[in-house]
């Protein structure tokens, strides 16, 4: 994946591997992939987030505190980190396809395969999976769906495509104009720390405030507005990267030492943040949202852990995974496939698991293995031997 981090067809990554080579970036997407599996497998056990089918079991303070750490860590960087990827070769492609081509090739990519999953794959999982979505025969059903409008709000973890198919027309109408990103060469230098330290600031302020204005409860796209400034933001820094291939030329050193010191102040700020909160108590209002220094807190520790991770894994996977062999060639050329079929897979093997007698932890930990096994073997040898090869 050289292009765009999710929707890109099997042709258009080979032919961007062949012009850039740049495996460790095709190794850290169909990583977060199995990270999206590992997030909604441990949805479905945890007391804490939302999710099709849930089978949660009575859990002690341990148990809880360990699901609250994993999913807020995850939820901090995971899906920023495709954010910036995209917005990094959003301007590649924009050079070499124009305004026109550009969109044409976000609509096919992007849009096809979220409306897949709204029309067929959301409403097939909903109604004979988790049983979220009435009682009367399907065929019914699904045209109360489109007749009330409900579709347009049910992206599931397509929410990612739409959003990213919103930011490349934004970015392609921005480039219409004749605007074009400044070559910003990485030093590696104070100046380029304070920047990283001012874009982690500017992260946590814009989060928070919009966190102040939106109840828990709002959603756009299937997404908290809460959670679209560090989204649009890391997308521009990626698009504002590209000229000075900040992926490839960033210095390691840099890397290393801006996110250990990112890392490392998040650790005390999220245990102040548990100790102080009412996290403990089982009092979670104040994470959510609002003017409060809680809501303060967790947004910076949210910058603090987005930008830090980001810098890890450029510096680690540009090290030691800028290769692939069979297997994880197989892995990159599957991922988005995986994303797009895995809510059905994920929670027919949370139904077939109901039975068995684990605590939550290790069930969402053999969910994970269960679901990454089925979905991975789904895309490969019923998806990319389909009509739908061309969108996956």
Not at 12 to 19: L, Q
Not at 58 to 71: E, H, I, R
Not at 88 to 116: E, I, N, Q
Not at 131 to 147: C, E, I, M
Request: aromatic share 14%.
């Amino acid at each position: 994946m050289t292009d765009i981090p999710m929707g890109e067809t099997a042709g258009a990554v080979t032919e961007a591997r062949s012009a850039s080579r740049l495996l460790f970036i095709d190794n850290i997407r169909w990583s977060m992939i199995i990270l999206v599996l590992s997030m909604h497998a441990s949805d479905t056990y945890s007391p804490f987030g939302y999710w099709y089918y849930v089978d949660r079991q009575q859990t002690g303070l341990g148990t809880a505190l360990f699901f609250g750490v994993y999913q807020s860590f995850l939820q901090a960087f995971f899906m920023a980190a495709l954010f910036f990827i995209a917005g990094y070769f959003s301007a590649a492609a924009y050079d070499r396809k124009g305004f026109s081509r550009f969109l044409r090739d976000r609509f096919v990519r992007l849009g096809l395969p979220t409306l897949l999953y709204m029309l067929v794959i959301g409403p097939l999982t909903e109604y004979f999976l988790s049983r979220t979505w009435g009682s009367g025969f399907f065929g019914h059903q699904w045209l109360l769906h489109l007749k009330d409008g409900e579709w347009l709000s049910e992206t599931g973890p397509m929410w990612f495509c739409a959003a990213l198919l919103v930011f490349a027309i934004i970015y392609g109408l921005i480039r219409l104009t004749g605007w074009k990103e400044s070559r910003i060469e990485p030093a590696g230098d104070r100046r380029d720390g304070a920047a990283v330290a001012i874009f982690i600031a500017i992260m946590a302020a814009s989060t928070f405030l919009v966190r102040v204005g939106m109840s828990e409860g709002a959603s756009v796209l299937n997404v908290h507005p809460g959670d679209f400034p560090q989204y649009i933001l890391m997308f521009a820094a990626g698009a504002l990267g590209y000229r000075g291939h900040w992926i490839t030329e960033l210095p390691e050193r840099f890397c290393i030492q801006w996110a250990s010191l990112a890392l490392t102040l998040a650790i005390p700020l999220f245990a102040a943040l548990i100790l102080f909160g009412g996290g403990l108590q089982g009092e979670r209002a104040q994470y959510a949202g609002g003017f409060n220094p809680v809501s303060a807190g967790k947004c910076l520790w949210e910058a603090l852990v987005c930008v830090g991770m980001g810098l890890l894994m450029l510096a680690v996977y540009r090290r030691h995974f800028d290769r692939q062999g069979p297997v994880a060639r197989w892995l990159s050329d599957n991922a988005f496939g995986v994303y797009l079929i895995h809510p059905p897979i994920l929670i027919g093997s949370a139904i077939l698991l109901h039975a068995v007698a684990l605590n939550a932890i290790a069930k969402a930990l053999l969910l994970t293995a269960v679901a990454a096994v089925g979905s991975f073997a789904a895309s490969a040898f019923v998806l990319r031997k389909s009509p739908l090869r061309a969108i996956v």
